[in-house]
């Protein structure tokens, strides 16, 4: 939904259904394979003409000073510096009022701040009309972050490199999940870190390059449920567990529940549970939210497309 006075765009959370981990790179990220599934929970940022540039955040993390599990509403924001940077490349004046509705759990490894400034790009080249090209959106979205190229392409992707390079990949299915949020958040940095301790003292097996993602992709391609489960994969759940026992809790509960599969979703400290379909998702997410594991459960399924005005 867009107009003169103000473009809205939808920006998808993401689950990761393989994340494989190589090496730690001499730039200090890690070379990554990962699969990139865009899901219906989404936040919202509106753009409105302004003088300089504001913005406000509601919703899931808003708060009115930046703390533990709240959302920055000031330039520390990817929003913020998504808005600088597309202004510094267009050669136009970083003006408008900007407005975060979050319904994307902070800190849960869903990359919702990552959608959020790809969703800014999207309604930013709309309402300043610098009409940048796709190539540019993406070259500047990895600039904020690895996660946020896939905010802009969203369905399912491949991504290569620290996550940043991302290219489509066929899907014949859509599928269903529950996702459950388990206590606070965890640092991403902190779980690489971990993972590297665990490889160099042998608590996991040392790697010299990222796992295929070959078994998910055949998955997908196929579209069954049983295949995909039998596929999901994170290189990061181990040292996940290791900070976090108590999530080896929620993945019990989660396949007790009748999930197909379960898997800690990128750093964590969400699980990503699968369904068989829609109904059966609704019944799972019920029997979860009332385990006393999870402090939020939603039921969701993907893909769905990346960040794109709203209407």
């Known amino acids: ?81 998504a808005a600088e940077l597309l202004a510094e490349h267009a050669g136009v ?22 959608a959020d400034a790809a969703a800014t ?13 796709r190539e540019d959106l993406l070259r500047l979205a990895a600039e904020l972050g690895s996660d946020v190229p896939f905010g802009l392409v969203g369905g399912v992707a491949l991504g290569t490199g620290r996550g940043e390079q991302v290219s489509p990949v066929l899907a014949t299915g859509r599928w269903h999940w529950v996702l459950g949020i388990a206590g606070e958040g965890l640092s991403t940095p902190a779980v690489y870190g971990e993972l590297d301790r665990m490889r160099a003292d042998g608590r996991v097996p040392d790697v010299t390059g990222p796992r295929s993602a070959e078994p998910v ?15 999901l994969s994170n290189d990061l759940q181990p040292a996940a567990l290791a900070l976090r026992p108590d999530l080896r809790r929620a993945l019990r509960a989660a396949g007790d529940a009748g999930a197909r599969a379960a898997l800690v979703s990128g750093s964590g400290p969400t699980v990503a549970a699968l369904a068989d379909d829609e109904q059966s998702a609704v019944r799972l997410a019920a029997e979860l939210a009332g385990a006393g594991v999870f402090r939020t459960v939603r039921a969701v399924s993907g893909p769905v497309p990346g960040a794109r005005p709203a209407g």
């Not at 004046?93 to 990552?114: F, N, T, Y």
């Not at 997908?220 to 039998?230: C, F, N, V």
């Open 217 to 231: 992709l055949a998955a997908l391609r196929g579209g069954s449920t049983a295949e995909l489960a039998a596929a």
């Open 93 to 114: 004046r970083a003006e408008a009022d900007l407005e975060v509705a979050k319904s994307i759990p902070v800190a849960a490894g869903l990359a919702g701040g990552s």
């Open 1 to 81: 939904m867009s107009g003169r006075d103000a473009v809205v765009v939808r920006a998808p959370a993401k689950i990761n259904v393989h994340l494989g981990v190589g090496p730690l790179r001499a730039d200090g990220f890690h070379a990554l394979t990962t699969v990139y599934l865009a899901v219906s929970l989404h936040d919202t940022v509106t753009a409105r003409p302004g003088e300089g540039l504001s913005l406000r955040v509601t919703g899931e993390g808003a708060g009115a000073a930046a703390g533990p599990g709240l959302v920055p509403a000031d330039r520390t924001n990817l929003v913020w510096r």
């Open 121 to 133: 790009l999207v309604a930013l080249d709309a309402l300043w009309g610098t009409r940048a090209a």
